[in-house]
């Protein structure tokens, strides 16, 4: 073994790089394929020829030959760290070396060199672990300075951010503790659009991403995270403009969901507030960015990543703790004009405040039930406020900056859509009748009336509206029904229905008696009893001069037959 060193030894200062080369390939295999452990004054030979390998890696200007020859090279060393590195009276030879691995991969113009010595950086980590502290200052800086380039197109350009989130990796799961300082620059750096961007040119660089991500929230603890968290989203939020800067903001979120779902309870009593902080300030997301038409189209995508980002960290709130928070979320929502003092809404806002709340509503269920009557008064303004703005054609809704008619055409069917999804949900788990009947009462006219908005002055597709009338309003309207639970509380609403049944409009009519057949679809027997007085208007719809209208009311009919039983026809009551 010795004479195989030292003839090696002859060997690697030879002029010849392809002398250089073989031989360090036969000195691998050497190393790679021992049988049994290397005697201790072999081990002592083998580590001190680490300095005739680190002068081949510290040659300047290399050629093509000699590049080939470092990189070979770097690999030997990285077999020997493997080999010997962690035994403690070796592991002073290979930490003293480190200086040389970094400014070679700061300095060297080879992709592959800097991928070599960035993979080997990432063995010592792994076998040297606080050992390494000394160095940590210089190595994270020269592994973040690989992922600032300009763009990702090139083979190389991947195997340089590859290796460098790859070492990054086994860095931060063996000496994270001690590199608190560049998490901030870390996040920056990997959650950048362009790296991101490569979800479909490069996915395994994508996926690398995301289990660093996952491991940088595992490995620290959430006040190390709070402040770079928040200055990631400030970098990322200067570089709106930018593509793909909506799917850097979901991995944020989805990155800050993973880190507050590990948190314990002291954590969470000593931070709450200023992850909550955070969290608000994500919830005019698109109140700061609708401006810009390349992010318009995936906002709520960003949208969702927010709320279930959020909703881990509700999960870890108990009522003393979330209540406040909520109230706040709520004074929020609700705009005030600075000027006039009027209560306006604030139509950005208020679309994410009630798809955040129909969120939170279908996963805490009855949970959240006690916070509904703290909203009624605000649900009651909005549906207001959004069937004023469609019914006369003004702007009853503020919005920070002017935008598109359509744009906000769309904010005003979005805005319904998740407030009667919140309340159909809020309805369908309000188990104990925890909301107030007054409150009941002031939600069910501003409710109902959502069924004249086919006479908008505003341009609204048919489709649309009928859309939302089958899948959103007349679930809410059902589940209202049951809440209730009495047919005296069901009269007012069956009353106000049947006059919807008599309105000038065909679609208000149609709409209104199609609400009216899913009731008795899903109640069944015990609304039969709101029947003798809804007969009258059924049979004026009989001859409704709308085939579509007489049809349904056909329908309906057969359908109270079934209900009714006994084998009668229902018709024969109109006859």
């Not at 004054?41 to 200007?61: P, S």
């Not at 799961?173 to 620059?185: H, K, L, P, Q």
């Not at 279930?308 to 705009?335: C, G, H, I, Y």
């Not at 085939?547 to 024969?572: M, V, Y």
Request: net charge negative; charged share 20%.
């Amino acid at each position: 073994m010795s004479n195989f060193i030292e003839v090696i030894s002859v060997l690697l200062h030879h002029d010849d790089h392809q002398i250089q080369k073989r031989a360090l390939t036969f000195w691998n295999d050497k190393l790679e394929n021992q049988e049994t452990i290397p005697h201790d004054k072999h081990i002592v030979q083998f580590v001190q020829m680490m300095n005739t390998l680190v002068d081949l890696v510290k040659e300047e200007n290399p050629s093509k030959d000699s590049t080939i020859t470092q990189q070979t090279a770097i690999l030997s060393i990285e077999i020997l760290a493997r080999s010997f590195s962690s035994i403690d009276k070796y592991s002073n030879s290979f930490v003293e070396i480190i200086p040389y691995l970094v400014k070679g991969l700061r300095n060297s113009a080879s992709p592959h060199v800097k991928s070599s010595i960035m993979i080997c950086l990432a063995t010592f980590s792994a076998q040297l672990g606080a050992k390494l502290l000394p160095h940590v200052n210089a190595l994270f800086p020269a592994l973040l300075g690989v992922l600032e380039l300009e763009d990702i197109r090139t083979k190389t350009d991947k195997l340089l951010v590859l290796s460098a989130l790859s070492s990054l990796h086994v860095m931060i799961s063996t000496i994270g503790r001690f590199a608190s300082g560049f998490i901030g620059d870390l996040l920056i750096a990997i959650l950048s659009p362009k790296i991101i961007g490569t979800v479909h040119t490069y996915p395994v660089i994508y996926s690398k991403v995301t289990g660093l991500l996952s491991v940088i929230s595992t490995e620290f603890e959430i006040r190390y995270l709070i402040q770079p968290i928040n200055d990631t989203y400030d970098h990322l939020q200067n570089a709106a403009t930018s593509e793909n800067i909506n799917s850097s903001v979901c991995q944020l979120m989805n990155f800050v969901g993973e880190s507050v779902s590990g948190i314990n309870k002291l954590e969470i009593d000593t931070y709450y507030k200023r992850i909550f902080k955070f969290y608000k300030s994500m919830f005019e997301y698109r109140e700061r960015n609708y401006v810009h038409d390349h992010l318009v189209s995936s906002i709520y995508e960003v949208e969702e990543y927010i709320i279930k980002s959020f909703t881990e960290f509700v999960m870890k709130l108990n009522n003393n703790l979330f209540r406040p928070l909520f109230l706040v979320l709520l004074d929020w929502a609700q705009f005030y004009q600075t000027e006039t003092k009027q209560h306006e809404i604030n139509l950005h806002r208020s679309v994410f405040f009630y798809q955040l709340l129909s969120s939170l509503s279908t996963t805490l269920k009855n949970i959240f039930i006690q916070y509904i009557n703290f909203i009624i008064p605000n649900a009651v303004f909005v549906l207001s406020s959004c069937s004023k703005e469609l019914l006369t054609g003004g702007n009853s809704l503020s919005m920070n900056q002017q935008a598109s008619e359509p744009y906000r055409m769309t904010l005003l069917e979005h805005l319904i859509k998740w407030l009667l999804k919140f309340l159909e949900t809020s309805f369908r788990y309000d188990i104990d009748r925890t909301i107030d009947r007054d409150a009941i009462e002031r939600i069910s006219a501003p409710l109902l009336r959502q069924l004249e908005l086919c006479n908008s002055q505003k341009p609204i597709d048919s489709k649309v509206y009928g859309y939302r009338i089958e899948h959103h309003f007349i679930p809410c309207v059902i589940e209202l029904l049951i809440n209730l639970g009495n047919e005296q509380l069901w009269k007012p609403i069956n009353y106000q229905l049947l006059q919807k049944t008599q309105a000038d409009s065909p679609h208000i009519r149609y709409n209104a008696l199609l609400t009216l057949t899913k009731i008795y679809d899903r109640i069944g027997e015990e609304y039969l009893t709101l029947l003798p007085e809804s007969m009258q208007a059924i049979s004026e719809l009989l001859e409704d001069p709308d085939p579509a209208i007489e049809a349904l009311t056909s329908k309906f009919l057969n359908q109270l037959s079934q209900l009714l039983g006994g084998g009668e026809d229902i018709r024969d009551l109109f006859r």
